[in-house]
Each structure stands twice: as structure tokens, then as C-alpha cells.
């Protein structure tokens, strides 16, 4: 079973994570591989320096995720391009990974699961969803000022319109406990017992 976990940025995606690795679970954080990984290629590295400049590069020659991060959530057609440059990277690394185990049981946590149309990838959907008061003051303790967590989330397909495509949803408003019953209830309603 390869369940496919998304929801909206603050809502817990990596929580809920985190529950279903607690239960059986092996996880393939695309965000983590994306930084660790994708954005650590020196071919990646030599595009982004050749498209930004060595305004984008860190001291050390790498990928300033930053200052690139300011390029690309400004400008759609910028992020457009990152994400052609680096996806392909991704489900490579997501393909190798899930023949190392192809009878294990996944989770993906993948942010953009329904902005890439991913679902195919997936034997089933999770959305984590909250309310938007808890989501902004959940990235304004990450750090965030109000003003760029408002720009991530718009970027990001909205909240209701991932919930309606979602096979399951867990809300996550409420305590810690709250969420890993939820996900208990849904561990043992899937098949294979994920």
C-alpha cells in the first residue's frame, strides 16, 4: 500500500507523518529529499546558479533554498521552471526507493500531491487539513512573518479544493492525541493495514 499524505502548508502533514511511521509505515519526505538530495546535485546547483546567478549560491557553493525560495515564490513562472528542473530528480529518487521495498507499506509526504497531479502515484489520498487561523499562527511560530506564510499558502492549491479530492481527511485543529487517533481509525479501515 503506497498512501500519498498532503494537506495545506502548517497543517501538520509531517505530524500525521510521523503517526502512520509509528504504526508500520516506511516515509519518503519529498521536501527532505528535495533539500538533501535534489537541490545538493551539482547539476542542479550549476541550472539554478546559471538561471539566478551567484546571488542564489551559499557561501560554501551550494543552493541558498532562501534566497531562491524569494525568486520563486514571487513568480510563477519561475517556480515553474524549479519544479521542471527538480521533479524529474524526485519521483527518480521516489522510483528507486520503492523498489528497494516494493511490498512495504509507504507513506509520501508530498506537499504538492494534487497541484502535480500525483494521485496515480498513490494507492490512496490523505489530505491534513486545519482551520487558517491555525495554520498562520502555526508558520508564524516556524518563523514566517504573516505576509510570506500568506504567499506560500496562495500558492498552494486551496485548502477546500484538496480536501474535496482527498480519498480521507484528518482535521488537525485539534490536540496531538486528537490527530493520532484519527489516524489510528484510519490505519485500521485500510487495506494491508497500512
Not at 508558520?139 to 480521507?168: C, F, H, N, T, Y
Request: glycine fraction near 8%; aromatic fraction near 8%; include cysteine.
Amino acid at each position: 500500500m503506497i498512501l500519498g499524505l498532503t494537506g495545506g502548508i502548517g497543517c501538520g502533514k509531517s505530524t500525521a507523518a510521523r503517526a502512520f511511521v509509528s504504526r508500520g509505515s516506511r516515509l519518503v519526505d519529498s521536501d527532505a529529499l528535495i533539500r538533501e538530495q535534489v537541490l545538493t546535485s551539482p547539476v542542479i546547483i550549476a541550472a539554478v546558479s546559471a538561471r539566478y546567478g551567484s546571488d542564489v549560491l551559499s557561501a560554501q557553493g551550494g543552493i541558498d533554498r532562501g534566497q531562491l525560495a524569494a525568486k520563486v515564490f514571487a513568480d510563477d513562472e519561475e517556480r515553474g521552471w524549479l519544479e521542471g528542473l527538480t521533479h524529474p530528480a524526485l519521483f527518480a529518487i521516489w522510483r528507486s526507493t520503492l523498489a528497494t521495498a516494493p511490498r512495504a507499506r509507504w507513506v509520501f509526504e508530498v506537499p504538492l500531491l494534487f497541484e502535480q497531479a500525483l494521485e496515480n502515484w498513490f494507492d490512496f489520498t490523505v489530505c491534513v487539513a486545519c482551520s487558517p487561523q491555525q495554520q498562520l499562527v502555526r508558520l508564524e511560530q516556524r518563523g514566517l512573518s504573516r505576509e510570506l506564510a500568506g504567499q506560500r499558502i496562495s500558492k498552494q492549491l486551496p485548502l477546500a479544493r484538496k480536501i474535496e479530492l482527498a480519498d480521507m481527511v484528518l482535521w488537525n485543529d485539534g490536540s496531538a492525541a486528537f490527530l493520532q487517533a484519527q489516524v489510528d481509525t484510519l490505519v485500521a479501515s485500510l487495506p494491508g493495514r497500512c
